[in-house]
């Protein structure tokens, strides 16, 4: 698993004015013992600010704890409906 910092310009426009803003965002992919990437999808915000949920390409969903003091990522998978535990490290 890999995630990195993209730009993501937000533009929008009522009538004759427009605003811009220079935003970034988190952009992921996964690699399952080197099988060819794919896209983490939908990334959006554990409640507390403690984690990470989102889904991968094929639509099952993942959630992440931040890293703890091992520098390791704990959380779950879903696959088939069952859920597995995840654990992520550097």
Not at 44 to 58: I, K, Q, T, Y
């Amino acid at each position: 698993m890999k995630w990195v910092i993209v730009d993501d310009p937000q533009v929008t426009c009522s009538g004759e004015w427009c605003t811009s803003a220079g935003l970034v965002r988190r952009k992921g992919s996964f690699s399952d013992n080197g099988s060819r990437w794919v896209p983490l999808l939908n990334l959006r915000n554990g409640g507390e600010g403690r984690g990470s949920f989102f889904n991968h390409a094929d639509g099952n969903r993942w959630y992440l704890l931040k890293p703890d003091a091992s520098g390791r990522a704990r959380g779950h998978t879903t696959w088939n409906g069952n859920q597995y535990s995840l654990v992520c490290w550097r």
